[in-house]
């Protein structure tokens, strides 16, 4: 696609100024539509040193509202953002709906930063198609950039910068030495473009050598798309509820049925005494272990309502050293959770290597509570189910041990421990009208829970059906499955 380009491309002087005179106030309104009708924009500017991505960038933004866009400039990684999936740092960056995110080097530049093996560059390119489908999923238009020069243009305007005292600093010995590999550079951005250029997310090529014929190309194409997004969002989104498909590249395990559970499963108040103090030993050992090889791990916790998750969680965290380790209720989505792809608030919450991560609820409830309630399309929830894969087989390929205990109780059990909190004054808080009228779709909850085993039960990220009517049993029963992973895993 690049050696393709035509690198004489220009534009007239006059040419420039009437096109320039029309498209300006074209992309402010267009902003002004894209605000009103709430749709999420990325546009990415990629391309060779000096190619002009921050002049384009800057352009690109003089005619906008400031209040609707952020521009970000990606630079090599923090230490701390190591210590996140590598693409963490880019998906909290995403924007709302209705608000543009402008990238100066997105994520393509971090993987040619420093060289990766083949394989895992395959991956990362991977995990970065499904990262943009998921988001255009979502309704987010993806619009992406690369702005090529050739060699002795590129070697033109390095030496032209750092004459300049005044950008003289923007010129790195990096720069002149990746210079002399344009060809090599040429030929890895080639294969990346070809390799992620999708109809959900295609690539855009544009010879720079012009700067007027770049900057016209490339508001025309920003311009226009942003008008077949309107389009296509005033249209209104396809009724279709097509069944949930999972990757074939998952292998899915089998899986026993939540009415098939032994709900009478239990143990005395001595043996438990006894044994959750071995258990949080354990723990509290394996915790140290974990830290110095720098593992993450991720408890997900999801269940009946007063199936015990709370008392689950404190007996976990009794065992842990407080600064290792951090809990993040999940709740009804704020509004501006709201107003991004619904795993934007949990890649924000996820842990730094060797430091645990326990969710008290998760990003389950996409196929849980938002699909009983009606409140996400049936669309939406069948696709949801190979997201989660995606994301959970990126958090394991990152390195991290993955649980996911679903809590079970049966009705009757259900019933007793809500009338307790609500004859309790201490306990009156945990009880909700929430509470009484999930109750009434039992059934309906049930299915989904089923249907949440059998789409997402990876043998990377493998459910377990604890067994809860006795807290006792299920408190050791959640210790012990971590303790003998974790074990295995070390």
Not at 9 to 29: D, F, I, T, V
Not at 80 to 95: D, G, T
Not at 266 to 280: A, M
């Amino acid at each position: 696609m690049l050696k393709e380009l035509d690198l004489g491309m220009r534009m007239p002087k006059e040419e420039y100024g009437a096109l320039m005179e029309e498209l300006k106030p074209r992309l402010a309104q267009l902003q002004q539509e894209i605000i009103r009708e709430k749709i999420p924009v990325v546009i990415l500017f990629e391309g060779l040193s000096a190619a002009g991505k921050g002049e384009i960038t800057n352009s690109l933004i003089v005619g906008f509202d400031a209040r609707g866009f952020t521009v970000y400039n990606t630079r090599p990684p923090e230490p701390s953002e190591r210590r996140l999936p590598w693409l963490a740092r880019f998906a909290e960056k995403m924007p709302s709906r209705g608000r543009m995110a402008i990238f100066d080097r997105a994520w393509y530049s971090a993987l040619s930063v420093e060289p990766l093996p083949k394989e895992e560059l395959k991956q990362r390119l991977r995990e970065v198609n499904r990262f943009e489908r998921q988001l255009a999923d979502d309704g987010c238009l993806i619009l992406k950039y690369f702005l090529y020069i050739s060699k002795k243009e590129q070697r033109k305007r390095l030496e032209a910068l750092e004459r300049a005292k005044s950008t003289a600093w923007r010129v790195t010995k990096e720069d002149f030495k990746n210079l002399n590999r344009h060809g090599e550079i040429t030929d890895f951005f080639d294969s990346m473009i070809e390799k992620t250029n999708s109809p959900y997310a295609s690539w855009n090529a544009v010879a720079a050598t012009d700067k007027r014929y770049v900057r016209a190309a490339v508001f025309s194409s920003i311009a226009e798309n942003l008008e077949k997004a309107l389009a296509k969002k005033r249209e209104g989104a396809p009724k279709a509820a097509f069944a949930p498909k999972v990757d074939p590249c998952f292998r899915l395990l089998p899986h026993t049925g939540i009415g098939e559970l032994d709900l009478k499963k239990s143990v005395d108040e001595e043996e438990y005494r006894e044994r959750l103090k071995e258990y949080q030993d354990k723990l509290f050992k394996l915790q140290n272990k974990l830290y110095l090889k720098k593992i993450p791990v991720i408890v997900a916790y999801e269940g009946n309502d007063a199936a015990g998750k709370g008392g689950n969680i404190k007996r976990v965290a009794e065992a842990l050293d407080a600064r290792g380790y951090a809990v993040t209720p999940i709740a009804a989505p704020t509004p501006d959770e709201l107003q991004h792809q619904y795993l934007w608030r949990f890649w924000r919450a996820l842990p730094r290597t060797g430091h645990f991560a326990i969710f008290d609820r998760t990003w389950y409830g996409r196929v849980l509570v938002e699909r009983v309630e009606g409140l996400t399309s049936t669309a939406r929830v069948n696709q949801a189910y190979n997201e989660i894969n995606e994301f959970e087989s990126m958090l394991v390929r990152w390195g991290a041990v993955i649980f996911k205990f679903w809590l079970a109780i049966d009705k009757d059990e259900q019933l007793r421990r809500f009338e307790d909190r609500q004859n309790t004054p201490e306990k009156q808080w945990k009880i909700t009208e929430e509470d009484w009228r999930n109750r009434e779709k039992w059934d309906a909850y049930a299915q989904a829970v089923d249907d949440m085993f059998r789409y997402t039960n990876t043998d990377f990220a493998p459910w377990v059906a604890v067994e809860s009517n006795c807290k006792r049993y299920a408190r050791l029963k959640t210790l012990e499955t971590m303790i003998e992973t974790l074990q295995n895993r070390l």
